[in-house]
């Protein structure tokens, strides 16, 4: 996913810094959707649709997270077309 996100102009972590907003965890599980993430202070969500064409207007993607020994790590992803 790394390569996939990797656009002009962005930078990725170590150099850019990645935020989750608006999502609340109330146990071991979460679901986080691409608008939520924000990389190099640009939406997930904007960044998948670059360079993209025709009407992608139903694109979402989510991420299913899951805390492990204090950390947060993604365990599955959902893409809806």
Known sequence: ???????PGVKLPPEGKVEVSGV??????????DTAVTVDGKSLHDLE???????VSSFK????TTKKDGAWYVSDWNIDL
Request: proline share 4%; charged share 20%; net charge negative.
């Open 1 to 7: 996913m790394h390569d996939a996100w990797a656009k």
């Open 24 to 33: 609340t965890a109330t146990g071991d599980k979460v679901t986080v959707p």
């Open 49 to 55: 649709l670059i360079g993209s064409t025709g009407d």
């Open 61 to 64: 993607l989510s991420l299913e």
